[in-house]
């Protein structure tokens, strides 16, 4: 399993842009595909965007298609987030996962139970 630590997170306004960083323990950071899934209070964890190890296949949810871009830099260890046009809606505790296998899902259609290992998280507010 490899160790992760988030980034980037704050108190923005809406229409306003973050860019969430998640940076990986380990060698073998290209092995895994990487996910962002968001944790909003009283909502069950939605996955956001994920991505292959190599970074040529991404999934984003319907809710945020056209708004965020998720990225790799498998040399720095790190996925990143970018979030723009933010709405009040995307206000959660976003969470950087990994998979080593992906047995339940795939890229295209991910499943957090392919996700073994994930960060603590970095808050996102978006005011009205």
């Known amino acids: 399993q490899v160790q992760l630590v988030e980034s980037g997170g704050g108190l923005v306004q809406a229409g306003g842009s973050l860019r969430l960083s998640c940076l990986a323990s380990?060698?073998?950071?290209?092995?895994?595909?990487m996910g962002w899934v968001r944790q909003a209070p009283g909502k069950e964890r939605e996955f956001v965007a994920a991505?292959?190890?190599?970074?040529?296949?991404?999934y984003y949810a319907d809710s945020v298609k056209g708004r965020f871009t998720i990225s790799r830099d498998n040399a720095k260890n790190t996925v990143y987030l970018q979030i723009d046009g933010l709405k009040p809606e995307d206000t959660a505790v976003y969470l950087c996962?990994?998979?080593?296998?992906?047995?339940?899902?795939?890229?295209?259609?991910?499943?957090?139970?392919?996700?073994?290992?994930w960060g603590q998280g970095t808050q996102v507010t978006v005011s009205s």
């Open positions: 991505i292959s190890g190599s970074g040529g296949s991404t």
């Open positions: 380990g060698r073998t950071f290209s092995s895994y595909a």
């Open positions: 996962a990994a998979a080593r296998t992906l047995r339940f899902g795939s890229i295209r259609s991910p499943n957090q139970a392919d996700f073994g290992s």
